[in-house]
């Protein structure tokens, strides 16, 4: 008699939360399945209102980065505008000196800084769009994964280099072995940082190259081979066609940094500001400029303070257009496969 009745609290059936059967020993087990059920419920409302407040915590972050950017975009706009207050716009586009500091016949023509900075990217794009390219064909085409896995983070320890050690390095490395093929080269000139910033830029030409050339399917390359295309063959005419969407926006992207490069143009081009065609003096780039003028070469509320907007200006105006013409480029000629 007593065995049944342990039996019959042993295995008494008693109907849980939504019609679900559980075994109880007594009291405490229902107890603690009740517990259980209430903990259950709990976790799944602290979990709901964590995914109610993680889509305003990050609308809010997108929010202060607009924020942010508008905020630059309205500065310089607002102390551009001071400037010009000053200055006319006829003189700053027209002007061929820039001769900020003359205490008396000072001249503020932009042309000789866009001179220099162009000078420097059109050098850089000369080394690194055909070294890249190369390159990406190289690790697209050629590389075994092995080796691929030994050149690629090489690639990206050059592109993490401060520019201020390739600036020491264009003006006591690159500098001297370039005077002596070039004896009237001088010390701070326009060909050796151009050469430095191309070799900068490119790793972000050829890992955004290669990463467009992997991305054209199998098929296009076996159907060239199969026309009976060489490997060199398959990879010029059809593989590069193919991925000319990806391989003109880093090589856009990548003239946009040589354009806004600072350090490199600031210790190895020199502060000599010249419309001139010439690589192998002196130059001033737009940004050498902003550093020379924000190291304390100008007093606050000068007109020389107020220009350095206004080449900011003229810089993010060109970085902007490089910018578009990359995004033109990418929709213009994508692929999709």
Do not use: H
Not at 163 to 170: L, S
Not at 172 to 183: A, C, E, G, Y
Not at 192 to 214: H, K, Q
């Amino acid at each position: 008699m007593a065995e049944r009745e342990a039996d019959s609290l042993l295995f008494q059936p008693c109907l849980g939360w939504k019609g679900v059967f559980v075994l109880a020993l007594g009291n405490t087990e229902k107890y603690s399945v009740q517990q259980m059920i209430m903990d259950k419920k709990s976790k799944k409302s602290n979990r709901l209102n964590v995914e109610k407040i993680i889509p305003g915590l990050l609308l809010l972050t997108a929010i202060i980065s607009v924020l942010t950017t508008l905020g630059i975009v309205f500065t310089l706009i607002f102390e551009t505008f001071t400037f010009f207050d000053r200055v006319s716009l006829k003189e700053f586009f027209t002007a061929q000196k820039w001769y900020p500091f003359s205490e008396t016949s000072a001249s503020y023509g932009i042309m000789p800084l866009i001179s220099g900075t162009l000078k420097v990217t059109g050098i850089a794009a000369l080394v690194a769009v055909p070294i890249g390219l190369a390159t990406a064909i190289y690790l697209s085409e050629y590389a075994s994964e092995k080796t691929r896995r030994i050149i690629k983070p090489i690639l990206e320890v050059l592109a993490g280099i401060p520019t201020i050690v390739y600036g020491f390095f264009a003006l006591t490395f690159v500098t001297p072995i370039l005077r002596s093929f070039i004896p009237s080269l001088e010390i701070f000139n326009a060909l050796s940082p151009g050469i430095v910033v191309g070799i900068m830029i490119t790793p972000m030409i050829a890992s955004l190259s290669e990463d467009a050339m992997s991305s054209v399917p199998n098929s296009i390359k076996e159907g060239a081979f199969a026309l009976g295309a060489t490997k060199l063959e398959t990879a010029i005419k059809v593989i590069l066609p193919a991925a000319i969407s990806g391989i003109m926006a880093s090589i856009v992207l990548a003239l946009s940094r040589a354009i806004g490069e600072t350090m490199i143009v600031s210790v190895a081009g020199g502060s000599t500001p010249n419309l001139s065609t010439d690589v192998t003096s002196s130059i001033q780039t737009m940004t050498a400029y902003i550093v020379q003028v924000s190291t304390g070469d100008a007093g606050y509320g000068t007109t020389i303070y107020y220009s350095i907007y206004a080449v900011g200006m003229m810089l993010f105006l060109f970085t902007l257009a490089m910018n578009l013409f990359a995004q033109f480029i990418s929709r213009k000629f994508r692929e999709e496969y």
